[in-house]
């Protein structure tokens, strides 16, 4: 705590702000001060976000401004708000940060490159929130606090009061509210602290493109040979897992930046999915959880506090939040050169495609747009088909340009810096969901080290006839018959049918980017046409 600081710049006159603080001081406040807190029996702090655990997309806003307003891709991702809205919204989040006991200021940075970060203040009235965010902003040393200045951005995250949805263009009690000219977001109605971590990167995502620089919702590592790879992939489809190999140094594993020098990471810490956590298949994610780790919505044991990670009774979006010096093998700080591979993830519930392919920088661009994942019917009954997601860029919630923006950065600096994309698919094989299985994650690994390990440079290549990428006959320690998906069906009638659905879901989703995506970027996706010999 210091009383030296104070927030009345922006209105706030609560005298107890606690910046920056240590640890075990965030531990106490939130064991003793906040419900549902309490301590792992491995240390980690175990936390409790209330009625929503998870982002809400729908309840996000940016102000339109003459300033900003051609850059934004405008619609059900980037809803329109009023500036007079958002002040009435922000001046609901001062009123109830004024009459809080006390408040916590994290001041860190986003963007390991000095001459692309953003200096971040948030201000939270929760020590969960605010360990959270040290653990996923880069924390300023005491010299760099000392002489930290005014931020670029602001986060009043006013989240344990609600908006009044009877305030127009609110539709419900939860806002999310960006405005770009005033530098600031606005939080309300939500404690998932997940969105103020996502908040910091859409403001990267509207800025880096101004300056050339591609951001990635994605994860990176860097070999022994200064070969730097990244992972796209949406939630599930092995994004944090595969990052995290022993034989690699691991950059981050959620966001990135790709500029004129290298690849740098935005964050200073890990989000990981908890859900079916165990130390056998994820050691290094396990292995992180500790004291200083923040736990989410997970369900422990209330003797021995033992987290049961297949327990997803308050929600399947558990998840671990720890700084990325947590894991043992890091690139520190996190910036590298520029990625040799490019790797989309995707889990296809449909089983059709192949478990690795290789795409022009067409094919990627065309990929990258689409953001495609298939994910099995969880908890809805009776649902029992493949539910096919196409979020752009694997990250559309996030994106503030028009998806080609992004694309052309990829497709220019795929091109000049001759890196190969390629596809690899972690879902099913054999079959749809409830008929194959699963990709053995011990293959998945296999072909991603093949890739590293320039195995596939010398073997041969069978194009698909439908999507038109590369697929190799052989891979080092994956039985052949596993690289084919068609062979790895019994019945093939039922594959080619199946394939036919999936590539009409493609075309059918890619029609709404095609009047502002470029004509090979449009022609490099599957052919609807098909003539499948059984």
Same mark, same amino acid.
């Given at each position: 705590?210091?009383?030296?600081?104070?927030?009345?710049?922006?209105?706030?006159?609560?005298?107890?702000?606690?910046?920056?603080?240590?640890?075990?001081?965030?531990?106490?406040?939130?064991?003793?001060?906040?419900?549902?807190?309490?301590?792992?029996?491995?240390?980690?702090?175990?936390?409790?976000?209330?009625?929503?655990?998870?982002?809400?997309?729908?309840?996000?806003?940016?102000?339109?401004?003459?300033?900003?307003?051609?850059?934004?891709?405008?619609?059900?991702?980037?809803?329109?708000?009023?500036?007079?809205?958002?002040?009435?919204?922000?001046?609901?989040?001062?009123?109830?940060?004024?009459?809080?006991?006390?408040?916590?200021?994290?001041?860190?940075?986003?963007?390991?490159?000095?001459?692309?970060?953003?200096?971040?203040?948030?201000?939270?009235?929760?020590?969960?929130?605010?360990?959270?965010?040290?653990?996923?902003?880069?924390?300023?040393?005491?010299?760099?606090?000392?002489?930290?200045?005014?931020?670029?951005?602001?986060?009043?995250?006013?989240?344990?009061?609600?908006?009044?949805?009877?305030?127009?263009?609110?539709?419900?009690?939860?806002?999310?509210?960006?405005?770009?000219?005033?530098?600031?977001?606005?939080?309300?109605?939500?404690?998932?602290?997940?969105?103020?971590?996502?908040?910091?990167?859409?403001?990267?995502?509207?800025?880096?493109?101004?300056?050339?620089?591609?951001?990635?919702?994605?994860?990176?590592?860097?070999?022994?040979?200064?070969?730097?790879?990244?992972?796209?992939?949406?939630?599930?489809?092995?994004?944090?897992?595969?990052?995290?190999?022993?034989?690699?140094?691991?950059?981050?594993?959620?966001?990135?930046?790709?500029?004129?020098?290298?690849?740098?990471?935005?964050?200073?810490?890990?989000?990981?999915?908890?859900?079916?956590?165990?130390?056998?298949?994820?050691?290094?994610?396990?292995?992180?959880?500790?004291?200083?780790?923040?736990?989410?919505?997970?369900?422990?044991?209330?003797?021995?506090?033992?987290?049961?990670?297949?327990?997803?009774?308050?929600?399947?979006?558990?998840?671990?939040?720890?700084?990325?010096?947590?894991?043992?093998?890091?690139?520190?700080?996190?910036?590298?050169?520029?990625?040799?591979?490019?790797?989309?993830?995707?889990?296809?519930?449909?089983?059709?495609?192949?478990?690795?392919?290789?795409?022009?920088?067409?094919?990627?661009?065309?990929?990258?747009?689409?953001? =495609? $994942?298939?994910?099995?019917?969880?908890?809805?009954?009776?649902?029992? &088909?493949?539910?096919?997601? @196409?979020? !752009?860029?694997?990250?559309?919630?996030?994106?503030?340009?028009?998806?080609?923006?992004?694309?052309?950065?990829?497709?220019?600096?795929?091109?000049?810096?001759?890196?190969?994309?390629?596809?690899?698919?972690?879902?099913?094989?054999?079959?749809?969901?409830?008929?194959?299985?699963?990709?053995?994650?011990?293959?998945?690994?296999?072909?991603?080290?093949?890739?590293?390990?320039?195995?596939?440079?010398?073997?041969?290549?069978?194009?698909?006839?439908?999507?038109?990428?590369?697929?190799?006959?052989?891979?080092?320690?994956?039985?052949?018959?596993?690289?084919?998906?068609?062979?790895?069906?019994?019945?093939?009638?039922? =594959? $080619?049918?199946?394939?036919?659905?999936?590539?009409?879901?493609?075309? &059918?989703?890619?029609?709404? @980017?095609? !009047?502002?995506?470029?004509?090979?970027?449009?022609?490099?996706?599957?052919?609807?046409?098909?003539?499948?010999?059984?």
């Amino acid at each position: 705590m210091t009383t030296t600081f104070n927030l009345k710049q922006y209105g706030i006159n609560t005298e107890t702000i606690y910046r920056n603080s240590s640890v075990p001081v965030l531990y106490e406040l939130g064991l003793r001060l906040e419900k549902g807190t309490a301590i792992s029996d491995v240390g980690a702090l175990m936390t409790y976000s209330g009625h929503k655990t998870g982002r809400s997309p729908k309840d996000k806003r940016v102000v339109k401004h003459p300033d900003s307003e051609k850059h934004i891709d405008w619609g059900d991702i980037n809803i329109a708000l009023d500036e007079h809205t958002f002040m009435v919204n922000h001046e609901r989040a001062i009123d109830y940060l004024n009459i809080c006991d006390h408040l916590y200021v994290v001041d860190a940075f986003a963007g390991w490159d000095p001459k692309y970060r953003l200096k971040i203040r948030i201000i939270c009235t929760r020590a969960y929130h605010a360990l959270f965010m040290q653990n996923m902003l880069i924390m300023p040393t005491a010299e760099e606090l000392a002489n930290f200045g005014e931020p670029d951005y602001v986060v009043l995250n006013g989240g344990g009061f609600p908006a009044n949805q009877y305030t127009s263009n609110m539709t419900s009690k939860t806002s999310i509210d960006v405005n770009l000219e005033r530098k600031e977001i606005v939080i309300l109605g939500t404690q998932y602290a997940g969105e103020m971590k996502k908040g910091v990167f859409s403001i990267m995502n509207y800025l880096m493109p101004l300056e050339n620089v591609l951001p990635m919702h994605c994860s990176a590592n860097v070999g022994e040979n200064d070969d730097v790879t990244i992972l796209f992939g949406l939630s599930g489809t092995g994004k944090t897992t595969l990052s995290a190999d022993p034989k690699r140094k691991l950059i981050g594993d959620d966001e990135h930046c790709w500029t004129d020098d290298g690849t740098f990471n935005i964050e200073g810490g890990c989000y990981a999915k908890a859900i079916n956590l165990s130390e056998e298949n994820e050691p290094d994610i396990y292995n992180a959880i500790r004291f200083g780790t923040v736990l989410e919505n997970v369900v422990y044991d209330k003797n021995t506090r033992k987290v049961d990670y297949t327990d997803t009774s308050i929600t399947q979006n558990t998840r671990a939040s720890y700084p990325i010096d947590f894991i043992d093998n890091i690139q520190m700080p996190c910036i590298a050169g520029h990625p040799e591979n490019i790797i989309f993830l995707t889990c296809d519930a449909f089983g059709v495609l192949p478990p690795v392919s290789k795409l022009t920088p067409e094919q990627a661009s065309y990929h990258f747009i689409s953001g =495609y $994942t298939a994910k099995v019917a969880g908890t809805e009954m009776g649902v029992t &088909e493949p539910q096919a997601t @196409f979020s !752009a860029c694997f990250g559309a919630a996030f994106m503030m340009w028009h998806p080609n923006r992004y694309a052309e950065l990829l497709a220019e600096k795929i091109k000049e810096h001759k890196a190969t994309a390629w596809l690899v698919n972690t879902g099913w094989t054999g079959g749809a969901y409830g008929v194959g299985s699963r990709m053995k994650l011990k293959y998945t690994r296999a072909m991603i080290d093949a890739i590293h390990n320039k195995d596939f440079e010398n073997v041969e290549f069978v194009r698909d006839e439908e999507f038109g990428f590369q697929i190799p006959t052989t891979c080092p320690n994956v039985p052949s018959e596993v690289l084919i998906p068609k062979n790895t069906w019994e019945d093939k009638e039922a =594959y $080619t049918e199946v394939k036919k659905k999936l590539v009409n879901l493609f075309v &059918e989703n890619f029609k709404q @980017f095609e !009047a502002g995506v470029n004509e090979e970027i449009v022609k490099a996706g599957p052919e609807v046409d098909m003539s499948l010999q059984v």
